[in-house]
């Protein structure tokens, strides 16, 4: 029931109430309370107190003014929201300004223009709260030990606090379906720590030169040096192939390190972004075509890439304590690893540069388009028999 229904009623009962007897007034007080949940006390001095009829027709319009209760703003967060993958609001606020200048759904107002490049993040949960899902994680481990290698890469169990590009987490996802059975496509995934910075191949199996094959690819195409490389303990890392090509095989070695066995905490930072970066996008079905590898690397090294490391920002935590039973984390402002590596100190003005023209030239509305496209086009192979 409104408050303007409530005092409607009030003002309906207000002349039988004060000429009522006390038992009958009792009585509708006993009522009154029941339907509208006011206390008794409060009913009483309402009733007792005159309301006029303009006072009543103005009840609704106390409080703030409402800003973002236009439905165009509404429909463009939720547009973008979809498009990006369903961030959470602190990093939707910050997508905002990446890509409304390529929002050509219909015009936009510059008073609406603005309203969406000031909203908080608590206005966007607030508006968009009948919007939310929640997805549930799932999916086969299959790392095998490779235990050949474990006395000459040693173990890394220190939190990551390299602040310069070129400190890679990587670890593989396995396109399986419900069965580990058989040959089927692996997608290698690294992401550089200071800023988070991601690059993905496919391959068929996870052999021990496919893998080094495609970490060599994934090395020539880092806007950075690569420094160091932290994986898990999977026969697919720990092999002769990949610990030559990453220790020996250069002027500069590669300082290479490994998380403890069955400790998934250890690469937290790749684990998350198995899910955000593999997963949403391409779900749990088996991948057991070996066309599909081609079609894969070709949607990893175009619009995938741009898609992720331009437009879409990520949250770094930079502080974790306790309080009492507690752990508080502290995240930093949601940013591109694009925006992070413009900032950063480590980056040659060269390289800074040729990323800001990739940058002016991009279109993340094309580039989420043309990636569905290939994405459909992939799952239609891998449901179609034979």
């Not at 004060?18 to 309370?33: G, N, Q, T, V, Y």
């Not at 009829?53 to 009840?59: A, E, H, M, P, R």
Request: charged letters at 25%; a positive charge.
């Amino acid at each position: 029931m409104s408050t303007t229904t409530k005092y409607e009623l009030l003002e309906a009962i207000r002349e039988r109430y004060l000429k009522a007897s006390r038992h009958i007034k009792k009585l509708m007080l006993d009522e009154f309370c029941s339907i509208t949940k006011y206390s008794r006390k409060y009913t009483i001095r309402l009733l007792h107190s005159q309301v006029s009829g303009k006072s009543i027709q103005n009840l609704s319009r106390r409080g703030r003014k409402k800003v973002y209760d236009d439905p165009m703003i509404l429909d463009v967060l939720t547009s973008i929201w979809q498009k990006t993958n369903l961030p959470c609001s602190k990093r939707l606020k910050e997508i905002l300004p990446l890509w409304l200048p390529f929002f050509t759904k219909y015009p936009l107002p510059e008073d609406i223009r603005e309203k969406l490049l000031s909203i908080s993040p608590a206005s966007i949960d607030r508006l968009m709260a009948h919007f939310k899902a929640k997805y549930t994680k799932m999916g086969l481990s299959t790392t095998k030990p490779g235990s050949i290698l474990k006395k000459h890469i040693p173990i890394k169990t220190s939190q990551w606090d390299e602040t310069q590009p070129g400190f890679l987490e990587a670890d593989t996802v396995a396109h399986c379906g419900s069965s580990v059975d058989g040959t089927f496509v692996f997608t290698i995934n690294c992401v550089d720590i200071a800023s988070t910075w991601s690059e993905q191949r496919a391959t068929w199996g996870k052999g021990e030169r496919g893998v080094s094959a495609a970490i060599q690819d994934i090395e020539d195409t880092l806007p950075f040096d690569l420094k160091g490389f932290d994986c898990d303990n999977g026969s697919e890392f720990l092999n002769w192939h990949l610990y030559r090509y990453l220790t020996h095989d250069r002027k500069r070695p590669v300082n290479m390190t490994r998380s403890r066995a069955y400790q998934k905490n250890d690469n937290a930072h790749i684990e998350n972004k198995n899910w955000t970066h593999i997963r949403q996008y391409l779900g749990y079905q088996r991948f057991d075509k070996p066309e599909l590898v081609d079609l894969l690397n070709d949607l990893f090294t175009s619009e995938w890439n741009l898609y992720f490391n331009f437009f879409i920002p990520s949250m770094k935590l930079i502080d974790k304590y306790r309080e009492g039973s507690k752990i508080v984390k502290k995240h930093d402002k949601p940013k591109t690893p694009y925006q992070r590596l413009m900032e950063s100190e480590y980056i040659d003005p060269n390289t800074k540069n040729r990323l800001t023209k990739i940058f002016h030239s991009l279109d993340p509305f094309q580039l989420q388009k043309q990636m569905m496209i290939k994405i459909k086009n992939i799952i239609r192979i891998v449901n179609s028999p034979g």
